[in-house]
């Protein structure tokens, strides 16, 4: 009896916190083509085969935003954390393997040689943080074209050589930039702050798990890193399609996405993980992190965008628009009720 008064009391409160939804239509220019025969899944799969080329083209233009990361990610790789290193310490010698009489330093222990390597990181993650908010750019012009790629609308077109119809992704994608820039990029200056904080807080309880000497402060900063982790790119997840799909304030996708997040969490986190699982497998080892860099330089922005729109409109589809439909025959019938009165 306990077990179903705490579901009963769990689908009320979900359906409380979805009756604060702000109702809208999509931002769509075209009519809706209906739901897709198949289910989400199958609409996420098939688009992406279907449209290669687009997605191809739309992701080397959002690459452009991010060459800076790509390229402190390869000067990185080819030089080595450990050479990175000694670089930022001002030292010219290897000194590793100095605390087991090979390579004798003057002294360094193995714990300094540890910390000397997570300083690497540390440059590294800030650098790609600083690098986020640029991102937010290719995004806006990504979102642009997989949101109509989603809702089945044609793209721009135009005419080759031998009269066919050929898409106009670049010029798509720059009007999407264009129109949705600021948005997306506050949201990737905020994802960046995140990012580079929550690093930042794991590196510093590693080296202080190397070095054997926890203090409370770290373990508080650890659990602090992981909520945020799991608060915020779950929220991001929703929110971030939101600056395409809906006209609406800042305020209201806000309201939604947090609405959302909190009543379907575990969606939200999978889609998320799902989004950026290429980008995570970059450290998986050398010869797949090779496959999955070549991956995200071809399809990688476009993959992650396109499963969050997808996502985004499957909330659309299951939730607001039943709520909006719903929302529109009440006021129709208060309207007529109205004018009966005044007859």
Same mark, same amino acid.
């Given at each position: %009896? ?99 009489? *090979?390579?004798?330093?003057?002294? %360094? ?14 440059? #590294? ?11 937010? /750019?290719? !995004? ?33 994608? /720059? ?10 990029? !506050? ?17 510093? /309880? ?59 969490? *575990?969606?939200?986190?999978?889609? /998320? ?18 496959? %999955?860099? *070549? ?10 965008? #396109? !499963? ?23 006021? #129709? ?11």
């Amino acid at each position: %009896m306990a077990k179903n008064k705490s579901k009963i009391n769990e689908k009320s409160l979900k359906v409380k916190l979805i009756g604060n939804l702000e109702l809208v239509e999509q931002n769509r220019n075209e009519p809706h083509k209906g739901a897709y025969p198949g289910g989400r899944f199958k609409r996420f799969f098939d688009t992406f085969k279907a449209n290669f080329q687009p997605l191809m083209i739309a992701n080397l233009c959002s690459i452009l935003f991010v060459l800076p990361i790509i390229a402190l990610i390869m000067f990185f790789t080819m030089q080595g954390i450990e050479k990175i290193g000694y670089m930022i310490a001002k030292i010219n010698e290897p000194y590793l393997m100095s605390s087991f009489g *090979v390579g004798l330093s003057d002294g %360094m222990s193995i714990e300094e040689a540890k910390s000397i390597l997570l300083n690497s990181y540390r440059v #590294l993650v800030s650098a790609i943080a600083l690098g986020l908010p640029l991102l937010g /750019f290719g !995004i806006a012009g990504n979102l642009s074209i997989t949101t109509k790629l989603i809702w089945g609308e044609s793209l721009l077109i135009k005419k080759d050589k031998q009269g066919r119809d050929v898409p106009r992704v670049i010029t798509e994608f /720059f009007r999407g930039l264009k129109k949705f820039w600021k948005e997306n990029f !506050i949201i990737m200056l905020i994802t960046a702050v995140v990012f580079g904080g929550v690093a930042n807080l794991l590196l510093n /309880f590693i080296e202080a798990s190397w070095i054997n000497h926890y203090k409370a402060t770290d373990i508080i900063s650890l659990i602090f890193a992981i909520l945020i982790t799991l608060i915020y790119f779950p929220f991001f997840a929703n929110l971030l399609p939101t600056t395409v799909t809906y006209n609406l304030k800042a305020k209201y996708k806000i309201k939604n996405a947090l609405i959302l997040t909190i009543t379907f969490y *575990v969606p939200a986190l999978i889609m /998320f993980v799902f989004a950026i699982l290429p980008f995570v497998l970059l450290a998986a080892g050398k010869i797949f992190s090779l496959i %999955m860099f *070549v991956f995200i330089l071809s399809f990688g922005i476009s993959f992650m965008c #396109l !499963i969050l729109v997808n996502y985004n409109d499957y909330n659309h589809e299951k939730i607001i628009e039943p709520l909006y439909q719903a929302k529109i025959k009440v006021e #129709l019938k208060k309207e007529r009720r109205a004018r009966r009165k005044k007859k």
